[in-house]
């Protein structure tokens, strides 16, 4: 090789080199920038301001996927107390975490014939023959994250509205923290659950957010149902620990729920990466357990949670709206990060997501409720 073609060749390095240090650098500053904005106290209403007037009473059934599952029971409290400002009158029934037991707590709910079933969480594909037997009989259905995106479906019309948040936002919240609180440097293991359409999607999206970053990597995506948790989380993450030892650094999961039963296998209870205890980020819900770990920096980094109890008041809004014959607000609240620096604010000393934007009288002046 001649000099004239070291020169060249040394010299494309450098350029490859420094393009990539750019891209980096760009990267960084973009992810830096949206973590600032998602991680801001959350004060302005921006919800709906106009729509129906409360219908009047009428029976609902509220039915949880899990009622051990933080987000769906929250959310579910959420829309039992929205539904007493209403002067509904409401029943709750609880999936159990299953297949047949959400086919079964559906199954209770159409005999009550009730006037509407607010479903908090269950999938509207698993359980769609259940939901079109509510449509037949003039139930109105809306969701809470029981698809992969917020609104109406069109491949599921029996549902009237989905009630979530971007899960974009979520997603790639969780890819950005990851990313940045390494310094670029992170080795990711995604946990999810492929029986939820919704948690495929966020898993997808916060592995192509992450995957941006040019020094980090996934290491591997796990999928592991969530009603079974308590069975597999801890053998799973001994066995994750050793495969991949220290470069397992970072988890991202789509629940709360996952950490509940990996911190007992993580050995320290610090969040320094020099313990080799990887440093867990959620992309759902805000748990009470998580703002705890949060708090007490053991075992989770971050959350980034959802405001669930608005999010069941936005469940009994458009309800209301669909007994109404109105159309769906489309309405989509945004997402909150929470880290030790920000955990006690928004609702965060109460262990929740619940923002400052006095939602609850914004609704009862559309409802005309007191």
Known sequence: MTKTTLLAASAALALSAG??????????????????????????????????????????????????NGGAQGAADGAAEAAKA???DVRMLDGQGTVPGRATALTQALAMKPNGILNAGIDSKEQEPLFEQAAAAGIKVVGWHSGPKAGPDPA????????????????????????????????????TDSIYAVATAKTNLSKGAF????????????????????????????????KYGKKWTYSIAVNDLYYDFSAPSLGSAGIDPATGTPLQISSGDGSVPAFKRIRDKQYQLATVAEPLNLQGWIMADEMNR?????????????????????????????????????????????????
């Open 19 to 68: 393009l990539a240090r750019a891209d980096d650098a760009a990267y960084m500053a973009k992810a830096k920038a949206f973590l600032a904005n998602v991680a801001a106290p959350v004060t302005k209403w921006d919800g709906p301001t106009t729509g129906p007037k409360g219908v009047g009473k009428k029976l609902i059934v509220i039915v949880s996927t899990d009622g051990r």
């Open 322 to 370: 669909a007994l109404a014959g109105d159309k769906p607000s489309g309405f989509v609240p945004h997402v909150h990060l929470f880290t030790a620096d920000n955990v006690d604010k928004d609702g965060g000393a109460d262990n929740k997501f619940d923002p400052g934007n006095g939602y609850r009288d914004e609704y009862k002046k559309i409802w005309g409720a007191k």
């Open 156 to 191: 599921i019309p029996s549902v009237f509205t989905n009630v979530t948040t971007d899960p974009k936002e979520v997603a790639e919240s969780a890819g950005y923290e990851a990313a940045v609180h390494s310094g670029g440097h992170a080795g990711v293991i995604l946990f």
């Open 211 to 242: 995957e941006g970053c040019g020094g980090c990597t996934v290491l591997e995506v796990v999928d592991t149902p969530i009603g079974d948790l308590s069975n597999r989380m801890g053998q799973l993450t001994t066995s994750l620990l050793s």
């Open 86 to 88: 209403l002067g509904w």
